[in-house]
T-cell receptor, first 110, second 114 residues
Framework: QQPVQSPQAVILREGEDAVINCSSS?????VHWYRQKHGEAPVFLMI?????EQKGHEKISASFNEKKQQSSLYLTASQLSYSGTYFC???????????FGKGTTLSVSS | KAGVTQTPRYLIKTRGQQVTLSCSPI?????VSWYQQTPGQGLQFLFE???????NKGNFPGRFSGRQFSNSRSEMNVSTLELGDSALYLC?????????????FGQGTRLTVV
């Protein structure tokens, strides 16, 4: 039930854009996005709930396609501080646990 | 407001031994989840507790167990340690089970089995 993230790694220069995708083989109840910098704890970015509700930081945007069981995280005009590993977590039903993908490593250079 | 506290931060154990890791959630948070993080595998779900009840369990052998106390603090135990148990163990707390709400992660306990 682990969601699949793509790509596995992205290398960008400052100011460039990136899209990170997350897909599940089962119907999704919610999708969560977290970022983990090297040696630090994962930090919450956004939750997307079935039905369209979103909670998260204003500077981050994401989409949730319930029919396709997919979510995408959009990182625009990237900054050095965007570097890290991005994890998507999915819950299939209201009572199930949050299961994370293997992560996408983003490297932004100047 | 204090964050999620995990103790100890680092641990070295020998194969066959057992270990107990502790997690103190943010004050007021009643849900605690545990994850194992290894290179290339992401965050593997271990357990989820809410109000002292285990609500979900991941696909790990019975050597991995956990519990939650009335003050929401949680412990996980690994018995008969194997080399493959070496990992960063992360705990996350949230007000309610994390599928609807933001989860806050602790810094983790780095377990090395030799």
């Amino acid at each position: 039930q682990q969601p699949v993230q793509s790509p596995q790694a992205v290398i960008l220069r400052e100011g460039e854009d990136a899209v990170i995708n997350c897909s599940s083989s089962k119907a999704l109840y919610s999708v969560h996005w977290y970022r983990q910098k090297h040696g630090e704890a994962p930090v919450f970015l956004m939750i997307l709930l079935k039905g369209g509700e979103q909670k998260g930081h204003e500077k981050i945007s994401a989409s949730f396609n319930e029919k396709k069981q997919q979510s995408s995280l959009y990182l625009t005009a990237s900054q050095l501080s965007y570097s890290g590993t991005y994890f998507c977590g999915t819950a299939n039903q209201a009572g199930t646990a949050l299961i994370f993908g293997k992560g996408t490593t983003l490297s932004v250079s100047s | 407001k204090a964050g999620v506290t995990q103790t100890p931060r680092y641990l070295i154990k020998t194969r066959g031994q057992q270990v107990t890791l502790s997690c103190s959630p943010i004050s007021g948070h009643r849900s605690v989840s545990w994850y194992q993080q290894t290179p290339g595998q992401g965050l593997q779900f271990l357990f989820e507790y809410f109000s002292e009840t285990q609500r979900n369990k991941g696909n790990f052998p019975g050597r991995f167990s956990g519990r939650q106390f009335s003050n929401s603090r949680s412990e996980m135990n690994v018995s008969t340690l194997e080399l493959g148990d070496s990992a960063l163990y992360l705990c996350a707390s949230s007000l309610t089970p994390g599928r609807n709400t933001e989860a806050f992660f602790g810094q983790g306990t780095r377990l090395t089995v030799v």
